[in-house]
């Protein structure tokens, strides 16, 4: 008899646990996935894996299959595989400042990291993973690429009509910020709630019916004076 407030009270922590990963919070109307701290964490790992992988298998497969400065025609006139390597970025910036990069983007990794401690929503677990990977592609060109440590060249190979030639990583990086704006302008934060407006932005006709009647009753209290 004495075990069973215990066991009550295990049982609530656990279903509440469990929930957790599949709640869904709805906020003007839009519902969020939830995630547990523990799923967030594996699922954003997971897809950053995937994007350096496939990142870095692209870039083996230009290092050993084209030659430097080789152009291969995917679709004439839009898409073309041109193999170079990028000491600065986009744009050829930088060039001479190399180690630079290298530090902004470790700098940039443990940012997403420490973010992703915190992240519960699906759509952000999902932006700061890819995110991660992108910026782990490039970081890994820069520490153990030509021509030393710290700073190596970035393989780029992807070129398109009046841009910059990127690679696998750059895309994931430019998608997953664009997203992460997105996610800001919606007013998403990091844990699936939104952010809530001033309360002196909210209008009198959104002012609850008990403040209303209060407002109209010192009004003509006023008035009667």
Not at 9 to 21: G, K, L, Y
Not at 135 to 140: A, M
Not at 154 to 182: G, H, K, Q, R, T
Not at 193 to 199: E, K, L
Request: glycine residues 8%; neutral net charge; proline residues 2%.
């Amino acid at each position: 008899m004495t075990n069973t407030p215990k066991t009550a009270e295990s049982s609530v922590a656990q279903a509440s646990d469990n929930a957790a990963e599949n709640t869904t919070e709805e906020a003007t109307g839009r519902r969020v996935r939830i995630l547990s701290a523990r799923s967030a964490g594996i699922l954003a790992l997971v897809l950053a894996a995937v994007v350096f992988a496939i990142d870095q298998g692209t870039k083996y497969l230009v290092v050993t299959q084209m030659q430097l400065g080789e152009r291969i025609t995917v679709i004439d006139g839009l898409l073309w595989w041109y193999s170079i390597r990028n000491s600065g970025a986009a744009f050829s910036m930088g060039e001479n400042v190399t180690w630079v990069f290298t530090l902004v983007m470790v700098a940039a990794a443990a940012v997403v990291l420490y973010l992703l401690r915190r992240t519960r929503a699906l759509s952000w677990t999902l932006a700061l993973g890819g995110l991660l990977g992108g910026i782990c592609g490039n970081l890994f060109d820069r520490l153990f690429r030509e021509p030393g440590f710290g700073s190596g060249h970035v393989v780029d190979f992807i070129s398109v009509p009046n841009f910059a030639i990127f690679n696998i990583a750059d895309s994931a990086i430019c998608v997953c910020m664009a997203f992460i704006v997105l996610l800001n302008f919606k007013g998403l934060n990091l844990n699936g709630t939104r952010v809530q407006a001033p309360a002196d932005e909210i209008s009198a006709d959104e002012a609850p019916a008990g403040d209303k009647n209060a407002e109209e009753k010192s009004t003509a209290e006023k008035n009667s004076k």
